[in-house]
Every structure is written in C-alpha cells, then in structure tokens.
C-alpha cells in the first residue's frame, strides 16, 4: 500500500465548512497589517506628554526646595551652613513676590514661621495643576485618527489517501 499526500491550496474567499475526516488536516496561517496616520492631533498629544511630565517634575523640585526652607527656617539652621545657605539663595528668588504677605513669627527657641514660603509653596503649585488641567484637556480630546486594518487568511488542506 502506498501513500499519496496531495497538498493544494484554497482561494481566498470564504468556502462554508466542510466535514473534515480524521484522515485530513487543516492549517490556517493568518496574517494581521495595521497602519496608523499621524495626524496633527497624535502629535499634539504628544507634546502635551511631555510637557506635562516636565512640569511636573519642575513642580517637584519647587516644593522639594521650599519644603527644605520652611523645614530649616522652622528648625532655627544656622544661615552659616553652606546648605543652608545654598537653600536659602536658590529659593529667595522664588518667595520674593510673598515675603511681606505675613509677618515673620518665631517658633520655639531659634525657629522661624515664614508665612511667603508656605503661600508661595501654594501659589507654585496651584499654577502648576492649571497647566496640567489645560494640557490634560488639550489631549483629551478625541483624536482622528485613519486605521485601516488588513487580514489575510489562507487556508490549506492536506489530505492522505490510501490505496
């Protein structure tokens, strides 16, 4: 007895099912193409990613600074310190505008409240959450975007015959 295996390959469209014996087998190879196109939108959104990610991480160091302030102001820090100096220059410039909103208390021994400082922590982030909301909106919005998508099946059969 010998074998004959015939292999051939069906067209593309769609064929209703066949009973299939246990003799046959059938294999599908299925392939999926998906192309994107980038409209202005997605590059909006983009954007928006990045800029957000930047404020925020620019509102993070702001605070982390005048945290530091408040903190060495409140713990009576020696200004001689280098740190503390270094702390006070670099954020001086930053509560500038909310120094004289409240007067200076002293808290304990050497301790100092700064009222500007903990206005300007609020003002810094308050205009940090308006940016973020404007951008959040600006890529919220629904996008256009052309997907076309592709899917090729093929199907073939190999049948076994026995003589």
């Known amino acids: 007895m010998a074998r004959e295996t015939n292999i051939h390959e069906e067209p593309d469209h769609e064929e209703p099912e ?14 999926e193409v998906v ?4 409209t202005p939108r997605t590059i ?4 928006a990613a990045t800029f957000a990610a930047w404020i925020t991480a620019a509102l993070l160091i702001v605070e982390m600074l005048l945290g530091f302030r408040l903190g060495l102001l409140l713990a009576g820090a020696n200004a001689a310190n280098d740190f503390a100096d270094f702390i006070y220059d670099l ?3 930053m509560i500038e505008p909310f120094k004289d ?17 903990l206005v300007a922590m609020g003002v810094f982030l308050a ?23 592709a899917t090729r099946e093929r199907q073939t059969h190999a049948t076994r015959k026995e003589d």
């Open 18 to 31: 066949q009973e299939i014996s246990q003799r046959d087998t059938v294999e599908r190879d299925s392939e």
């Open 35 to 38: 192309t994107a196109d980038t």
């Open 44 to 47: 909006i959104r983009g954007w």
């Open 91 to 93: 954020t001086g410039v």
């Open 101 to 117: 909103i409240g007067s200076a208390r002293t808290v304990g021994d050497d301790g100092i409240f700064e009222p500007g400082t």
């Open 127 to 149: 205009a940090a959450l308006v940016l973020l909301l404007i951008l959040w909106a600006l890529s919220a919005m629904p996008a256009i975007q052309q997907r076309s998508v």
